[in-house]
Each structure stands twice: as structure tokens, then as C-alpha cells.
């Protein structure tokens, strides 16, 4: 088992920046894909960034390229989301996620995290 734990998240205006954390405990994260998916008000979960087991691969939505990083420190167990040039559309609950898997960063996930808020004022 893994536990997945989501930080970072706030309040911010339009352009600012916030990075998100998600601190990894039960095992270790260092052979697992990693991701980062959202849930907008009214909206379904989408997916945001995925990296591979050393970040060889990365995935991110077209709405994330040139303005979130995903990065993660295995010897740390953690993976961190960088976001830049916030919109108010990026406001979300803002999900870490992991899958059993070296290399494939797509959909499934095998764990999910409790989410951090993330509002973007305009």
C-alpha cells in the first residue's frame, strides 16, 4: 500500500504561480509512474502531467504545456507540480496519483491522494 499525500494548494490571482507537493509514504515511489490529475467545479477529473519512473517520459495536457513542470526526488519520495501563469480555469481540486509501472504514464492509476484546493481569482 501506498499513501499519497497533497500540499500546496491556495489562493492565488491570475498569473501568479504555486507549486504542489504530494509526499509519498507506505513504499517507495521509485518504480512507480507518477501524475497529477484535476476536477474542476462541474467538471470530470482530468489528467494534468504524468512522469515516469526517472522523468524520461512526461505527459501534460495541452491546457499544462509551457506553464506547469511536473518533477519528482525518489530519494525523497516525492513528485511536485509546478504551475505558472495561473488562469481562474485552473481553478480545481488538484489530485496526486501513482501506477505500478516504470515506464507507462497512462490512465490507470493504482493510488490516489485527498486533493489540495487550488482557486485562481481573475
Known amino acids: 500500500q501506498v499513501l499519497l499525500v497533497e500540499s500546496g494548494g491556495g489562493l492565488v490571482q491570475a498569473g501568479a504561480s504555486l507549486r504542489l507537493a504530494c509526499a509519498a509514504s507506505g513504499r517507495s515511489i521509485g518504480s512507480y509512474t507518477m501524475g497529477w490529475f484535476r476536477r474542476a467545479p462541474g467538471k470530470e477529473r482530468e489528467r494534468v502531467a504524468g512522469?515516469?519512473?526517472?522523468?524520461?517520459?512526461?505527459y501534460y495536457a495541452n491546457f499544462a504545456k509551457g506553464r506547469f513542470t511536473i518533477s519528482r526526488d525518489n530519494a525523497k519520495n516525492t513528485v511536485s507540480l509546478q504551475m505558472n501563469s495561473l488562469k481562474p480555469e485552473d481553478t480545481a481540486v488538484y489530485y496526486c496519483a501513482a501506477k505500478r509501472s516504470f515506464f507507462d504514464i497512462t490512465p490507470p492509476y493504482d493510488y490516489w491522494g485527498q486533493g489540495t484546493q487550488v482557486t485562481v481569482s481573475s
Open positions: 512522469i515516469s519512473w526517472n522523468g524520461g517520459s512526461t
